[in-house]
């Protein structure tokens, strides 16, 4: 059975595409002046799986830590990064629970990967290029396994008003991951 589309209902899907918002327009949320996130211990990927988890994902069940030195040993680690105003960001990191043993002393270094879309371009919308692994600040582990560090942040890449699309943030020692974001996963 053939049909076509009668003259009102045309009108009215045309009517609805015009009435879309254009997608080449800056817009972004009303409020946004906070970054919270949890740092997890890093593991390095899955790149030859050999199992599956219970809902069928291929997985690997060898678990390769990025860095096999120093990691938590309970505690937690967060980092915080405030927007005060234009070009001017300010971040706080605290990680406790670290292990003593293998951690003391040495010196964790952040850094942030992140995009900035705003009228950034004389004064018009534009988009930067991704940055990936700007400094964010470093802290050196203290002998009972904290780590903190806080500072001001400028990140490059225009200084007018508009969003910093935050991607990844983490932390290295001696050039080894040692954390990532994330989440912890508990039944109900």
């Not at 809902?55 to 980092?79: E, I, N, Y």
Request: proline letters at 5%.
């Amino acid at each position: 059975m053939h049909r076509t589309l009668t003259s009102a209902a045309l009108a009215a899907v045309v009517g609805l595409l015009a009435a879309s918002p254009a997608l080449a327009v800056h817009n972004q949320p009303f409020k946004g002046k906070n970054f919270k996130v949890n740092l997890m211990t890093a593991y390095n990927p899955c790149t030859t799986p050999n199992t599956t988890t219970d809902d069928g994902v291929p997985a690997c069940s060898t678990l390769d830590r990025s860095d096999p030195v120093c990691g938590f040993d309970g505690g937690q680690g967060k980092v915080q990064i405030k927007s005060l105003t234009v070009g001017n960001q300010a971040f706080r990191i605290k990680l406790n629970g670290l292990n003593e043993t293998f951690c003391s002393g040495q010196t964790l270094n952040f850094f942030i990967s992140y995009r900035k879309t705003g009228h950034l371009c004389a004064g018009t919308a534009c988009t930067t290029e991704d940055v990936v692994a700007h400094p964010l600040g470093s802290c050196s582990v203290s002998d009972n396994g904290v780590c903190k560090a806080n500072g001001a942040l400028f990140l490059p890449g225009g200084a007018d008003v508009g969003q910093i699309e935050i991607l990844e943030v983490w932390a290295e020692r001696l050039g080894l991951r040692s954390f990532n974001t994330g989440l912890i996963i508990r039944k109900p």
